[in-house]
């Protein structure tokens, strides 16, 4: 690299961080934001916290209750990742430059799937939660729609990374194109997607939780109820358990993840 070349790209370094800082300022201008009160409520905070969010006897009798939300919780994000997953599969087989049809199904794949990923799982819940009230179909939906977006991505990517010397090879000698795509496509795409599909049960388990309080279903719904009846022992108590879920899962995961990579 030449001192030139060095000197653009340390001016380009400076103007990023410079545009950082004024970008910082007008946000805490705008939003009356001050760092030094925040910093001064975090005792306060820690305070309330260790006198009020307290696992007492008697909340630990909901536990059974408690548990089968959480588990419901589970299987709804389970069962909403793997529809997802098969529906993501077929769009990214459309959607891929390696094993499209034709230039309009690849079109519409990608707009699908940008479509549905860009809009939040959170704004997802609420449009949703109009057309079909509060229930668990609109949970699952909410995180159904979501996780096709964010997996047909993810699975165009894999695609396109397949070795195209074996998908050739299939090619030159007659295969049909859906053997090409169970002989050559999805045996070398098939240890990124799974992965992809474990971090996915591990978002969507997280963000479950806020779906439910919108929907009113699972684990948000009891979440949400006991809050607002000041109940902060039982919040507690649920929270205590979706952390330990959550570690869980990814612990199992990460393990599943060095066993298929």
């Given at each position: 690299?030449?001192?030139?070349?060095?000197?653009?790209?340390?001016?380009?370094?400076?103007?990023?961080?410079?545009?950082?800082?004024?970008?910082?300022?007008?946000?805490?201008?705008?939003?009356?934001?001050?760092?030094?009160?925040?910093?001064?409520?975090?005792?306060?905070?820690?305070?309330?916290?260790?006198?009020?969010?307290?696992?007492?006897e008697e909340s630990l009798e909901k536990l059974p209750q408690i548990l089968e939300k959480l588990g419901e919780t589970i299987f709804m994000s389970i069962a909403a990742t793997t529809l997802a997953a098969v529906v993501s599969l077929f769009l990214a087989i459309m959607g891929s430059k390696t094993t499209k049809?034709?230039?309009?199904?690849?079109?519409?794949?990608?707009?699908?799937?940008?479509?549905?990923?860009?809009?939040?799982?959170?704004?997802?819940?609420?449009?949703?939660?109009?057309?079909?009230?509060?229930?668990?179909?609109?949970?699952?939906?909410?995180?159904?729609?979501?996780?096709?977006?964010?997996?047909?991505?993810?699975?165009?990517?894999?695609?396109?990374?397949?070795?195209?010397?074996?998908?050739?090879?299939?090619?030159?000698?007659?295969?049909?194109?859906?053997?090409?795509?169970?002989?050559?496509?999805?045996?070398?795409?098939?240890?990124?997607?799974?992965?992809?599909?474990?971090?996915?049960?591990?978002?969507?388990?997280?963000?479950?939780?806020?779906?439910?309080?919108?929907?009113?279903?699972?684990?948000?719904?009891?979440?949400?109820?006991?809050?607002?009846?000041?109940?902060?022992?039982?919040?507690?108590?649920?929270?205590?358990?979706?952390?330990?879920?959550?570690?869980?899962?990814?612990?199992?995961?990460?393990?599943?993840?060095?066993?298929?990579?």
């Amino acid at each position: 690299m030449n001192a030139k070349q060095m000197r653009k790209n340390k001016w380009q370094t400076t103007i990023f961080f410079i545009l950082i800082i004024i970008v910082t300022y007008l946000s805490t201008a705008i939003t009356k934001f001050n760092f030094i009160d925040s910093i001064a409520t975090i005792p306060a905070a820690f305070s309330w916290i260790f006198s009020n969010l307290l696992i007492t006897e008697e909340s630990l009798e909901k536990l059974p209750q408690i548990l089968e939300k959480l588990g419901e919780t589970i299987f709804m994000s389970i069962a909403a990742t793997t529809l997802a997953a098969v529906v993501s599969l077929f769009l990214a087989i459309m959607g891929s430059k390696t094993t499209k049809v034709n230039q309009t199904f690849s079109v519409i794949a990608r707009f699908i799937a940008s479509f549905s990923r860009n809009i939040p799982v959170v704004a997802w819940s609420l449009i949703l939660l109009i057309s079909f009230g509060q229930n668990s179909i609109t949970g699952f939906l909410a995180l159904f729609v979501a996780t096709v977006g964010f997996l047909t991505r993810a699975f165009i990517e894999s695609v396109d990374e397949a070795n195209q010397s074996s998908v050739e090879a299939l090619t030159a000698t007659g295969a049909t194109y859906f053997h090409m795509i169970s002989k050559a496509v999805i045996p070398q795409s098939l240890p990124q997607m799974l992965s992809w599909i474990l971090f996915m049960i591990e978002t969507n388990i997280r963000s479950a939780t806020l779906v439910g309080i919108l929907t009113g279903t699972g684990i948000g719904y009891m979440f949400d109820l006991y809050y607002k009846n000041m109940n902060y022992n039982l919040v507690a108590l649920i929270t205590f358990t979706i952390i330990i879920a959550v570690i869980a899962i990814e612990l199992i995961s990460n393990r599943i993840r060095r066993v298929i990579l």
